[in-house]
């Protein structure tokens, strides 16, 4: 392995992989694989599959702290940050042009059309998800009945994504993998550094929240703070697994979206370069601006950003030095296995509360003691939108075309549809 790059040099390439990084994390990390192992030999294939399976089993988008654990690698902290801003910047740029466009013109018919459209993709997309997960997350009996149990909790009692992720935690550390441990591999860094870190990031992420807050006066901007950084610290299994958790909390409780403002967000997301947790931002922004106007959803959204992402720094920054020993701990690596098996459960109730939103214009609770039934008008179900599903699913699944161009046909289609 060579790591004679420059930090100028791997800057310009993290810059690249910030803007080219469409498709999800799949795309984000074979892109990777490509530029910094393949081609440049900057890491091994060793090292870059243990940080990824590191990275899978974290709170939070495993490409960008995929990105930040190389520039780490390479050098140091400051090329773990540059690694990691310079992966999530433009897509936040973006973002934030789209959220401010779709503040003024979301609402309008021909953008509802278009909307439309993404919505039926992106409902294939999801499920897209849930099958490489399962694939990879349900090995042995007890994982498939922790995601039976995970999606009956979610879905039917509502019960909270974090106490899901926990219990599963706790039902794998007490039934871990018989592996060996290998008492060869140690950590990078002694204890003591690794507090120094800790306590480092969690000033940078917290002392912003608890200055502005009573400094502006706005008790709005404290609960988006608190929400987003609670969030930061359960999105395991990336993106769609919280996105469940977002979408009922935003939707139903918090009343800061619609449910098709916050299906709208996740296709804008999908349409941009970036991890798709990116979503939170827009989120954060139309909250914001229906709170205060313009001021409002600029604080909101780059307050979202902060306390989405200086989470995946803390982990990178305090991880990375015991990436090679925590991969032969058979009761942690347990743990994580069985927490990302019940993810699977949450992804699919998120398939479904989905599928229901986009495919029928009214949909409503219905509580019968401690259960809660999603039920559909069925005289309000949109052939259309069924029709582009179909589509989508087949040139995805089947014809495995990239998903931007699926995104951008289907809202096309919906247009034309809308036209005629």
């Excluded at 229901?356 to 949909?363: A, D, E, K, Q």
């Excluded at 069924?386 to 096309?412: E, F, K, M, P």
């Amino acid at each position: 392995m060579s790591n004679s790059a420059s930090i100028a040099e791997a800057s310009r390439l993290w810059a690249k992989i910030g803007i080219l990084s469409f498709g999800g994390p799949a795309a984000q990390i074979a892109l990777m694989h490509r530029e910094v192992v393949d081609e440049r030999n900057w890491l091994t294939e060793k090292q870059f599959l243990n940080a990824l399976s590191f990275c899978m089993l974290l709170p939070g988008p495993e490409a960008m702290q995929l990105a930040t654990y190389m520039g780490w690698r390479l050098h140091g902290v400051m090329g773990g940050l540059i690694a990691g801003l310079l992966f999530i910047i433009p897509g936040a740029i973006i973002i934030a042009a789209l959220a401010g466009a779709y503040s003024v013109w979301g609402a309008m018919p021909l953008a509802a059309a278009v909307f439309l459209g993404i919505k039926a993709t992106v409902v294939v997309i999801v499920i897209e998800a849930l099958l490489r997960l399962s694939k990879r997350a349900l090995k042995r009996i007890d994982h498939w009945i922790l995601a039976a149990i995970a999606f009956a909790a979610i879905f039917f009692l509502n019960v909270p994504f974090p106490l899901i992720v926990l219990a599963a935690g706790i039902w794998g550390a007490l039934n871990r993998d018989k592996v060996t441990e290998d008492a060869d591999v140690h950590a990078l860094h002694p204890i003591k550094s690794t507090g120094k870190t800790i306590l480092t990031w969690l000033i940078i992420w917290w002392v912003p929240i608890l200055v502005l807050g009573p400094l502006l006066g706005q008790e709005f901007l404290y609960e988006i703070a608190m929400f987003f950084s609670k969030l930061a610290v359960v999105t395991f299994g990336g993106a769609y697994a919280v996105l469940a958790y977002m979408g009922q909390e935003v939707v139903s409780v918090k009343e800061w979206l619609s449910a098709g403002q916050m299906m709208d967000g996740l296709g804008l997301a999908e349409t941009t370069p970036g991890p798709l947790i990116l979503v939170t931002e827009f989120v954060g922004f139309l909250a914001g601006y229906a709170q205060g106007g313009w001021g409002m959803a600029i604080a909101a959204a780059t307050l979202t950003l902060w306390v989405t992402f200086t989470p995946c720094f803390l982990w990178i920054f305090v991880g990375a030095p015991y990436i090679d020993w925590i991969g032969t701990q058979p009761r942690l690596r347990s743990a994580l296995s069985a927490i990302t098996a019940s993810v699977v459960g949450v992804i699919l109730n998120l398939s479904v509360w989905f599928a229901l939103h986009v495919f029928f214009n009214n949909v409503s609770p219905l509580e019968k003691g401690v259960l809660t039934l999603w039920v559909p008008e069925m005289a309000s179900l949109n052939p259309i939108v069924v029709i582009l599903t179909i589509l989508a699913a087949y040139l995805l699944l089947r014809r495995h075309w990239n998903v931007v161009w699926v995104l951008a046909l289907s809202g096309a289609l919906a247009l034309i549809a809308h036209l005629l």
